[in-house]
C-alpha cells in the first residue's frame, strides 16, 4: 500500500511540474539569440568534407544557357563552410575560381534565369566578408581569385541593367523584371556589385552598355530599394503569396543590403525582413505555413514542401537543415527577428484563434518570362495596384490552419502569372508535418496549372470550385493525406475525418463523387518524381462546387456532435447559387455560374479592404506604411516612411 501511496505521489509531483513546465512563458529573447548556435552547427556538421560538386545540367529548354544552379551552390556553400570554419582555405579559393572560370566559357549561363544570378549574391557576400578588405576575416579570399570571380558579374551586370529598371518615381518598383523572386535577386546583383565595383580601379570609370557608371549604378538602386521596402509595406508582401520557396528565394537578397548597405539603406531591409517574418510566423505550426498561396506547384501541395528553411535557425522549429549555398547569405548575415515575432512563432497554444485578413496585389499586365536575363528590349511585367484583387483569409487554431486566396472569377488575363499560377489553399494540421486536406483543380501535367479555382471562405468552412477560365486544369479533387488523419467515414454522401486536434469534412456540393488512392507523379523542372500516396476524391462534375469543413475537439465537443452539424447544413441550390449555412453558424452564398461576388452573412466579400495586413499580431492600413507587430506586452512598430 506504502508502494502504491508513493508511486502515486511521484505522479502528481511529475503531473504538476510537467503543468509548470508548460506554463512557463517563452523566453523569445533566448531562443533568437541562440541562432548563432545554431547556424554554427550547421557549419561544423560540415567540418573536415571534400567538396562535392552538384551535376551540371543541360538547359531547360532551347537557346538557353546550361542548368548550373545546383552546381554553382554547392561551390557557393563549400566556399562559406571553408571561410567560415577557417579550413581548406586554398580549396575554397580553387572551387570558386573554377566556378568563374565556367561561366566565363559558358557566357549563355551568365544571363541565364536560372542559374547566374541565384548564387552571385553570395559571392559578393563572401567577398566583403573574407575578401581583401573583408569586414569578417579579410584576406581568406586572394586578389586574384576576388577578382577573377567579378569578371562574370561584370558581364551580367553590364548586359542586364538598364535605367528603366531602377527607375521608381511611375513604377514605385511594380514593374518587375521576370517573376518576384527573380527580379529581387536580379536588382541585389546590380545593386552589390556597383557598391565592389565602384572603388576597384578596373571597374569604377567603366561606363555600362545602357549608360552609367558603376557609382551612379549604385546611387540609383539604393533609391530604388528603399523605395521597394516602402512599396511592400504599403500595398502587400509576396505576390508569389505565401509561397514559402520563392519567398525564402526573395528575402535571402535582403540580407546583403541589411549587411552591407548604407544605414538609410540597412534600416529599411531590416524592417521587410522583420514584417516578412511576422507574415509567415503567425499563419504555421511547427514551421510548416497554412493559408492561401501561389506557385505551390502540384506534388509539393499534396506533400507539404512549405516549411521555412530559417525556422529552426531562428526559432528552433523543426529539424537541423542541411548547409545549402541558397542559404548561405542568411547564415552569415547579422540580422535577427525580434523577440515579438518570436513569440508569435513559438506560442501556437497562446496565440489561440484568430482570423487573418491580408490585402495582396495579383492584378496586372503580363509581361515577357526572361529566359535571358539581358533581353532590354522586351516588357517587364506590370502590377495594377490601384483597385483591389485578392484577399487572403486564414483561419487559425492551435489544431490547424485552414486558408484560402479569395478573389473575383475574373479572366486568366487579367491577373500576373506569379500570382495566378498554381494557387493553393487547404487545411493544415499540427503533429504530422504532411497532414493535411487540399482542394484543387489538378494540373494537367501535375505540374502548373493557371488560375485554376476560387472560393469563399468563413472561419473553418471554405467552398471552391475550379474556374472555366483556368489554362492547364483538369479534374477537381480533395486530397486527404493518410499521416495525422484517420480512415475516413463516409455519411449521407459526406465524408469525415479526424486528426489530433479536430475533425473535418468534405462534402461535394452537387452530384456525385468517387474516390481512392491513386499514384500520382509530379513534374519537376529536370524530370518527374512519384507522390506520396494520399485518398482522392473525385467529383463527377468537374466544376462541381467542393466544400471542407474544419473544427478543433475543443469546439465540436465529440465527433457525433460535429457529423450532426454538418449533416443538419445541407447546401441550397437556387439558379446556380449555393446558399450553405457553416458549422459555425455563418450564412454564406457561392455563385456556381461564376458571376456574383460570395457573400459571408448578406456582405459581399470585399477583395480591397482597408487594411492590407489584419490580424491580434499584424495590423497595417493599406498604403500607409506603418506596421505594427504585437503579442501581449511585446510590441514592434515598423514606420517605413522615416
Known amino acids: 500500500m506504502r508502494l502504491v501511496r508513493y508511486l502515486l505521489l511521484l505522479l502528481v509531483i511529475c503531473m504538476a511540474d510537467q503543468r509548470e513546465a508548460q506554463a512557463q512563458p517563452i523566453d523569445a529573447d533566448a531562443v533568437v539569440a541562440q541562432a548563432g548556435d545554431r547556424i554554427d552547427a550547421i557549419f561544423r556538421a560540415e567540418l573536415g568534407k571534400p567538396l562535392q560538386r552538384a551535376k551540371k545540367q543541360p538547359p531547360l529548354s532551347e537557346g538557353r544557357g546550361p542548368y548550373v544552379r545546383a552546381y554553382s551552390f554547392s561551390i557557393v556553400g563549400f566556399a562559406a563552410r571553408c571561410f567560415y570554419l577557417g579550413e581548406q582555405i586554398d580549396e575554397a579559393n580553387a572551387a570558386l575560381a573554377e566556378n568563374a572560370r565556367y561561366y566565363l566559357d559558358n557566357p549563355l549561363a551568365i544571363v541565364d534565369r536560372d542559374s547566374m544570378h541565384w548564387h552571385a549574391d553570395v559571392v559578393m557576400r563572401l567577398i566583403d566578408l573574407y575578401g581583401s578588405n573583408g569586414s569578417a576575416k579579410p584576406g581568406l579570399i586572394t586578389p586574384e581569385t576576388e577578382a577573377l570571380c567579378l569578371k562574370p558579374i561584370w558581364i551580367y551586370a553590364n548586359t542586364c541593367s538598364w535605367p528603366s529598371q531602377y527607375e521608381y518615381e511611375k513604377s514605385r518598383t511594380w514593374s518587375t523584371h521576370c517573376s518576384e523572386n527573380h527580379h529581387t535577386m536580379h536588382f541585389t546583383v546590380l545593386w552589390h556589385f556597383a557598391k565592389l565595383a565602384k572603388d576597384r580601379p578596373e571597374y569604377k570609370d567603366r561606363v555600362y552598355q545602357h549608360g552609367g557608371t558603376a557609382a551612379e549604378h549604385y546611387r540609383a538602386w539604393n533609391a530604388y530599394f528603399r523605395v521597394y521596402c516602402l512599396e511592400r509595406a504599403r500595398k502587400g508582401i509576396g505576390v508569389e503569396m505565401m509561397s514559402v520557396g520563392y519567398n525564402a528565394t526573395m528575402i535571402k537578397a535582403l540580407y546583403n543590403f541589411y549587411d552591407f548597405g548604407q544605414p538609410e539603406v540597412k534600416e529599411a531591409a531590416g524592417k521587410l525582413l522583420d514584417l516578412y517574418f511576422a507574415y509567415w510566423a503567425q499563419e504555421q505550426i511547427g514551421g510548416v505555413v497554412g493559408g492561401g498561396k501561389s506557385r505551390v506547384y502540384f506534388g509539393k501541395g499534396l506533400e507539404g514542401g512549405d516549411s521555412h528553411s530559417m525556422a529552426w535557425i531562428y526559432f528552433g522549429i523543426g529539424q537541423q537543415p542541411t548547409l545549402n549555398g541558397h542559404d548561405v547569405n542568411p547564415y552569415l548575415s ?309
Not at 486568366?412 to 483543380?441: C, K, T, Y
Request: aromatic residues 10%; hydrophobic residues 35%; proline residues 6%.
Open 334 to 642: 547579422s540580422y535577427r527577428p525580434p523577440a515579438v515575432v518570436a513569440d508569435i512563432a513559438l506560442d501556437v497554444e497562446g496565440r489561440g484563434q484568430y482570423e487573418v485578413y491580408q490585402r495582396v496585389q495579383g492584378l496586372g499586365k503580363q509581361g515577357y518570362t526572361f529566359p535571358l536575363m539581358d533581353a532590354h528590349d522586351k516588357a517587364s511585367t506590370v502590377m495594377n495596384t490601384d483597385g483591389g484583387g485578392i484577399l487572403r483569409y486564414t483561419f487559425c487554431d492551435p489544431a490547424f490552419i485552414i486558408g484560402t486566396p479569395m478573389h473575383e472569377p475574373r479572366p486568366l488575363e487579367d491577373w500576373v502569372s506569379i500570382s495566378s499560377q498554381n494557387r493553393w489553399h487547404g487545411v493544415i494540421f499540427p503533429g504530422e508535418a504532411m497532414a493535411r486536406i487540399v482542394p484543387i483543380a489538378r494540373p494537367k501535367d501535375n505540374w502548373r496549372a493557371i488560375n485554376a479555382q476560387w472560393s469563399v471562405q468563413a472561419k473553418g468552412t471554405l467552398i471552391t470550385q475550379k474556374l472555366k477560365s483556368h489554362r492547364g486544369a483538369a479534374e477537381m479533387i480533395v486530397w486527404l493525406s493518410k499521416e495525422g488523419l484517420s480512415e475516413p467515414i463516409e455519411k449521407d454522401g459526406v465524408i469525415f475525418v479526424e486528426s489530433d486536434g479536430a475533425y473535418a469534412a468534405v462534402r461535394v456540393a452537387t452530384g456525385g463523387y468517387a474516390w481512392g488512392d491513386p499514384a500520382f507523379t509530379s513534374k519537376t523542372e529536370t524530370g518527374e518524381r512519384k507522390v506520396r500516396i494520399g485518398r482522392v476524391v473525385v467529383p463527377e462534375d468537374e466544376y462541381a462546387p467542393v466544400i471542407v469543413e474544419v473544427m478543433s475537439k475543443q469546439d465540436a465537443k465529440s465527433f457525433t456532435r460535429f457529423i450532426n452539424l454538418v449533416l443538419a447544413n445541407k447546401p441550397r441550390l437556387d439558379s446556380g447559387v449555393i446558399a450553405y449555412k457553416t458549422v459555425y453558424g455563418d450564412e454564406l452564398t457561392f455563385d456556381t455560374n461564376q458571376k456574383a461576388t460570395p457573400t459571408i452573412n448578406g456582405k459581399p466579400v470585399n477583395y480591397a479592404p482597408d487594411r492590407v495586413y489584419h490580424s491580434p499580431f499584424l495590423k497595417s492600413d493599406y498604403d500607409s506604411g506603418i506596421v505594427t507587430i504585437s503579442k501581449g506586452a511585446r510590441k514592434k512598430v515598423l514606420d517605413f516612411n522615416k
